[in-house]
């Protein structure tokens, strides 16, 4: 039979990185607690309608990066969610989650998007997010630049750099726009292809190009930043006030626009320089407008997501992965026929909070004692626990310790491992 691979772009996950990733998404969890931000998790597969509208139709991510389809039992129009945010406004619309006031929300987990797979750039990634809806104050915008630096901080992460930027409001926008066009229509010559398309479609997307050709002209065109009222201005303000009260540098960097149309006010970027052209590891901003975009009533929020991938990546570059715990202990087991004793112990020491690996048998029985102490050194327990006949007998367990050789080896009746058990989590 023809051998099965997984879809290009798409990665299996497997120890022990998978326990780098639940490493990380257990400090994840821990730092989302302690700035009270509540898990949400929505569907996977959402109607195509909430990108197009969400995110806009001339952008990158709609007009060709999107796992889109048909069902082919009732004809919907379906699309693996590229990103979140739009899924999280949607489900907070559906149940009314805004009824008494602003909530914040974090989720991780798979987005799609069907782009060149390469370092940094898969087709299935992985994103942290979080969204604080219902907020105007530019203090949120910073809380939540405050909980990424946190993060960095808390993952060992230096050479993270944050780009800020404000890209103001409609009105603003428009007149930026008016004067982009004039810009690029008076050098287009040195448009590409796709810039000439979006030029009148989207022109704040022509700063965000990569072509370098096109890089001088960019670097010419007006700054929204300088047609910015004062209301922007201050919003701005409000968030570089807490950034300087909390010692988070950052530039100003005013050719920072994002993927995607919702954004407006504060957008931001965390960006290394240690992962080539994919540095960018968390990016988000202000949404203001988009819960009206998908049918909602007018709502303030604002958001970031993180690339997962990118930060193991970066963790790795710098040697600070975060490593899983090993075992507290393998079971050697002497006979098929004391498994049942053997196990009901094991789960009394499971309960304590021990870590148990237990020898299992084969077709032919339990191998010997021997080369199940071999086993147990190689799993990386710190202690084996023999379950030896004549222990058994006396209703009893032998601790030896594996990496330790100052730990004297000790018999425990049954009952005394549970304690024994208890003890081993004060000195892990
Ligand atoms: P980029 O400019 O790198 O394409 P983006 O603006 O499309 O990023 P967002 O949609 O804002 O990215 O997603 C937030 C984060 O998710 C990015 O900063 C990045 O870390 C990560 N990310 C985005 N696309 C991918 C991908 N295809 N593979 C891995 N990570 C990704
Ligand atoms: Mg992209």
Redesign the pocket.
Known sequence: MEKLVAVKGMNDILPPDSARWEALEDKVRSLMQRFAYENVRTPIVEPTALFVRGLGEVTDIVEKEMYSFEDRLNGEQLTLRP?NTAGVVRAAIEHSLLYNGGKRLYYMGPMF?H?RPQR????Q?H?IGAEALGFSGGEVDAELILMASALWKELGLDDVALQLNSLGQPEERNQHRAALIAHFEAHHDALDEEAKRRLHLNPLRLLDSKNPAMQPVIEAAPRLLDFLGEASRRHLQSVTDVLDANGVAYTINPRLV??MDYYNLTVF?FVTTRLGS?G????GGRYDYLFEQVGGKPTPAVGW???I??VLELLKEQGALPVAPAVDAYAVVPDVASLPAVMACLQTLRASGTSVLMHASTAEGMASMKSQFKRADASGARFALVFGADEMAQGQVTVKALRDASIPQQTLALPEAAQWAKSLQSTA
């Open positions: 990103e998007r782009e940094g750039r898969y087709r990634f994103q994002r993927g970027e994919q960018t590891i968390c990016a997501a993180i690339g991938e990118r």
